[in-house]
């Protein structure tokens, strides 16, 4: 094979590799993590905490008591309300993580 073409390497710039052009199409925002995420959840987590306090636990003992003592009887409304209500949290606190949960 004879080679007829005398231009200099200096000249040829180079260029991203395939490779490269991936990674960096890899690096979009949504694929960052982002502590203000996790801080901001923990913040509510505390702020729920604080807000439930002793009458949470109060309420807890009582209702261990009469579980108990066979005592307890919770309506229908009460078992949906309660599912529907912890349903609403999972999902307000997935939306605040972004999906990343």
């Known amino acids: 094979m004879e080679i007829r073409d005398t231009t200099s390497v200096a000249s040829v710039r180079p ?3 395939p490779i490269q052009n991936q990674a960096v199409a890899r690096r979009l925002p ?3 993590v982002s502590t203000a995420d996790t801080s901001r959840i ?9 807000s439930a306090g002793t009458a949470r636990s109060e309420r807890l003992a ?3 008591k009469a579980i108990r003592e066979g005592t307890y ?7 949906a ?7 609403e949290i999972d999902q307000s606190i997935h939306a605040i993580a972004g999906g990343k949960l």
């Open 30 to 32: 949504s694929d960052r």
């Open 15 to 17: 260029t991203a590799s």
């Open 81 to 87: 309300n309660g599912m529907l209500d912890a349903a």
């Open 42 to 50: 923990a913040n509510l987590t505390q702020a729920a905490q604080a």
């Open 73 to 79: 009887q919770p309506s229908a409304s009460q078992t």
């Open 62 to 64: 009582q209702l261990e």
